[in-house]
């Protein structure tokens, strides 16, 4: 067989799986390990996949990576069909989401985990910086790719600061303000969550404080990423997307939202009814 005839059969099998290891690949193309590890060299080198330890997972879309869409729910079922549309890169969840599902953190996170391999975020609920680290490192136990998501206030910025360097990822929430947001920023979050559908509540302009958190991170060349939470409508995630902010977070019924339209639901009714005509 040759390279290229192998190296599609890999991806066909990561298409399937999702994952795939080396003495699996070797056995069923009965070649040596060591030349399946220099197809998954190669292929990482293009882009295809992504080497892990010991074989290789399908490599995420660089549109999806563009802008982030989470969804904000800790509802199993809604996490199951947005992971099958394949439109949503991670999950974020918050106390009151937890509790709405019944079900105790630990499990629901290790349940979500199963369903998407993509950043999840869990709050601690500790309010003194030396608990919500603890609680924090025990979160970030449970999976590669925890978000651990922390109210800013002096305590939570202080605590960021020291997980950021023992290398924990962060979520600084619950900012309603740049000034805010450039502190999170400042103490190494990973991702600032504004609320904009919060403040949009109270009757002020939500996004008017994303554009400036974008503006404020790009003056200063800060990494931290903002991803827009707290949305209540499709035109929020558009006005979102033209800020230049790296996502959003949507409830399920925003995501359902911005896949359909009238005119398309029309649009299409009218293509089959047409088509009817002349299968008859
Ligand atoms: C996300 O991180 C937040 O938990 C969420 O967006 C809050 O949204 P809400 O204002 O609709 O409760």
């Given at each position: 067989m040759f390279?290229?005839?192998?190296?599609?059969?890999?991806?066909?099998?990561?298409?399937?799986?999702?994952?795939?290891?080396?003495?699996?690949?070797?056995?069923?193309?009965?070649?040596?390990?060591?030349?399946?590890?220099?197809?998954?060299?190669?292929?990482?080198?293009?882009?295809?996949?992504?080497?892990?330890?010991?074989?290789?997972?399908?490599?995420?879309?660089?549109?999806?990576?563009?802008?982030?869409?989470?969804?904000d729910t800790a509802?199993?079922?809604?996490?199951?069909?947005?992971?099958?549309?394949?439109l949503i890169d991670g999950v974020t969840t918050n106390p009151s989401s937890i509790v709405k599902e019944g079900k105790n953190l630990e499990a629901l996170t290790k349940e979500i985990t199963n369903i998407i391999d993509g950043p999840i975020s869990v709050e601690p609920v500790a309010t003194e910086a030396g608990k919500i680290?603890?609680?924090?490192?025990?979160?970030?136990?449970?999976?590669?790719?925890?978000?651990?998501?922390?109210?800013?206030?002096?305590?939570?910025?202080?605590?960021?600061?020291?997980?950021?360097?023992?290398?924990?990822?962060?979520?600084?929430?619950?900012?309603?303000?740049?000034?805010?947001?450039?502190?999170?920023?400042?103490?190494?979050?990973?991702?600032?969550?504004?609320?904009?559908?919060?403040?949009?509540d109270i009757g002020q302009e939500g996004m008017d404080m994303v554009k400036d958190i974008v503006q404020v991170y790009k003056n200063y060349g800060f990494k931290t990423e903002v991803i827009v939470a707290s949305i209540r409508s499709p035109l929020q995630v558009e006005k979102a997307a033209l800020s230049g902010a790296g996502g959003v977070t949507i409830p399920f019924s925003v995501l359902e939202k911005l896949i359909r339209h009238p005119l398309t639901d029309e649009g299409v009714e009218k293509f089959l009814a047409d088509w009817k005509k002349i299968s008859k």
């Open positions: 390279n290229e005839q192998r190296q599609e059969e890999i991806l066909k099998v990561l298409r399937e799986q999702g994952r795939v290891s080396v003495e699996e690949l070797s056995k069923s193309l009965k070649v040596s390990s060591s030349t399946i590890r220099r197809d998954l060299e190669e292929m990482e080198g293009k882009g295809l996949l992504r080497r892990t330890h010991g074989g290789a997972i399908k490599e995420k879309k660089r549109e999806a990576e563009g802008m982030k869409i989470f969804l509802n199993i079922e809604e996490i199951k069909k947005a992971t099958d549309w394949g680290v603890s609680e924090a490192e025990e979160l970030a136990k449970l999976y590669k790719n925890i978000i651990v998501k922390i109210p800013i206030t002096p305590e939570g910025l202080k605590a960021v600061k020291i997980l950021s360097k023992g290398g924990i990822k962060t979520g600084v929430t619950l900012v309603f303000s740049s000034s805010q947001a450039l502190l999170a920023a400042k103490a190494g979050a990973t991702y600032c969550f504004p609320f904009a559908g919060r403040l949009d």
